[in-house]
């Protein structure tokens, strides 16, 4: 079935470090591709997003880019901060037993000064 | 503005009580999901929506309950015979069956339900 691959947490990096979350996907049509971020005690935000392949997703200073061929949607951002401590989820949307929606385990950030 | 809400925020339950989250949507999405995270977890499916008056089992459907009788709505009731419901228990909408390729699904702030 469809299924979503997280790199597992946790993250630790000191400000400034450069970051990638690995994530793969396994899907029978064609999926939108997603990550969400997670902080404290709060649900899920979109931060960005990837609707077909070569497609990049940025926002915030993270970016992602849609890779058919190696089903892959990897999180990266050149110079983490403090303040991108959260957990991050990997996600797809596309029709399937599960409904669409499709979430990898999802992988903790902690960055420190 | 569009949205999903859900509430209470935080909710305390006695054991062997049932008790009913609230989930609702303004954005005229077709489905709706329930999730449950425990501390350092992942999501976990509960049960899902694709359309109004019909939903599917998740992974752990096992003592929760649901009813999907608007389109808006899709409460979640936790029943007695969920053993271990202390958790956060997160809505979620997207399009659907009609949704448009570029739009996300949208989660509500959650609901932290403490069996006391």
């Known amino acids: 079935g469809d299924s979503v691959t997280q790199m597992e947490g946790p993250v630790t990096l000191s400000e400034e470090a450069f970051l990638t979350i690995n994530c793969t996907y396994t899907a029978t049509g064609y999926p939108s591709l997603f990550w969400y971020v997670q902080y404290p005690g709060e649900g899920l935000q979109l931060l960005l997003k990837?609707?077909?392949?070569?497609d990049k997703g940025s926002n915030k200073g993270f970016e992602a880019t849609y890779r058919k061929e190696t089903t892959s949607f990897h999180l990266e951002k050149g110079s983490v901060q403090v303040s991108d401590s959260a957990v991050y989820f990997c996600?797809?949307?596309?029709?399937?037993?599960?409904?669409?929606?499709?979430f990898g385990k999802g992988t903790k950030l902690s960055v420190k000064p | 503005d569009g949205g999903i809400t859900q509430s209470p925020k935080y909710l305390f339950r006695k054991e062997g009580q049932n008790v009913t989250l609230s989930c609702e949507q303004n954005?005229?999405?077709?489905?709706m999901y329930w999730y449950r995270q425990d501390p350092g977890q992942g999501l976990r499916l509960i049960y899902y929506?694709?359309?109004?008056?019909?939903?599917q089992k998740g992974d752990i459907a096992e003592g929760y309950s649901v009813s999907r009788e608007k389109k808006e709505s899709f409460p979640l009731t936790v029943t007695s015979a969920q053993k271990n419901p202390t958790a956060f228990y997160l809505c979620a909408s997207e399009p659907g069956t009609a949704r448009i390729m570029n739009t996300e699904a949208f989660f509500g702030q959650g609901t932290r339900l403490t069996v006391v």
């Open positions: 996600a797809l949307i596309v029709g399937g037993s599960q409904g669409n929606l499709i």
């Open positions: 954005l005229n999405h077709d489905a």
């Open positions: 929506s694709q359309i109004v008056n019909d939903f």
């Open positions: 990837a609707t077909k392949a070569d």
